[in-house]
């Protein structure tokens, strides 16, 4: 059975850094890999879809890799402001379905 | 990129009710919609894969009489609530494949129901 986990729970950082949210996932045998990013009280946001076969994507200032291997994937945000702060979930898509990570909230600070 | 609307963005029910909940998929064809359920400061739940033309398949402890699933076109999807309690009251969320290969699926904005 899939399982998906994502470090850190939550991160609070001040405006301006670079950071690094992370996914792992226990089956290698995935189909592709989403990042979402949900408001609060609000829907989800695909930001970047990463194909099994593919090692990374990029679209802005985000950056997402994927290691199938090693069952990893990270999201890589540059230069954060304060309107990134949001809830990141990483979802691993298989067998017709995707299986969500628990999010990592994040605060970037003015 | 595909849009995916939701119908109601909230309702408020009382307990006993039965509540309709409308996913559509505006600009493709959807023959596979899934419906989630996320809690309060959790991760979205897989509940359902609404099919077009077929029955659901529920995953394992959804109730699939009491979340009713129809899926009786390729750009509708409803999910009805049946004798809603106050337990049931969450943020429910559709998906749909979009239109490209790629496996990428697409999400409402959600319906946040409230059982009293």
């Known amino acids: 059975k899939q399982e998906v986990t994502q470090i850190p729970a939550a991160l609070s950082v001040p405006e301006g850094e670079n950071l690094v949210l992370n996914c792992s996932f226990t089956?290698?045998?995935?189909?592709?890999l989403q990042w979402f990013r949900q408001d609060p009280g609000k829907g989800l946001t695909s930001l970047l879809l990463?194909?099994?076969?593919?090692r990374e994507q990029t679209s802005g200032r985000l950056n997402a890799s994927l290691d199938k291997s090693s069952g990893r994937s990270t999201l890589y945000i540059a230069a954060s402001q304060p309107g990134d702060s949001a809830t990141y979930l990483c979802?691993?898509?298989?067998?017709?379905?995707?299986?969500f990570g628990q999010g990592t909230t994040l605060q970037v600070k003015p | 990129g595909a849009v995916v609307s939701q119908h109601p963005s909230w309702v408020i029910c009382k307990s006993g009710t039965s509540v309709k909940i409308e996913c559509r998929s505006l600009?493709?064809?959807?023959?596979?919609m899934f419906w989630y359920r996320q809690f309060p400061k959790q991760s979205l739940m897989l509940m359902a894969t609404?099919?077009?033309?077929?029955?659901?398949?529920?995953e394992q402890g959804v109730e699939k009489d009491k979340f009713l699933i129809n899926h009786a076109s390729l750009t509708l999807s409803t999910l009805t609530v049946t004798s809603a309690h106050p337990e049931d009251s969450s943020f429910y969320i559709c998906?749909?494949?979009?239109?490209?290969?790629?496996?990428?699926?697409?999400f409402g904005p959600g319906t946040r129901l409230t059982v009293l």
């Open positions: 990463i194909q099994s076969s593919q």
């Open positions: 609404s099919n077009e033309g077929s029955k659901a398949t529920y």
């Open positions: 979802a691993v898509g298989g067998s017709g379905k995707l299986i």
């Open positions: 089956d290698s045998a995935i189909y592709n």
């Open positions: 998906s749909a494949f979009g239109p490209s290969v790629t496996g990428e699926q697409f």
């Open positions: 600009d493709f064809q959807a023959t596979t």
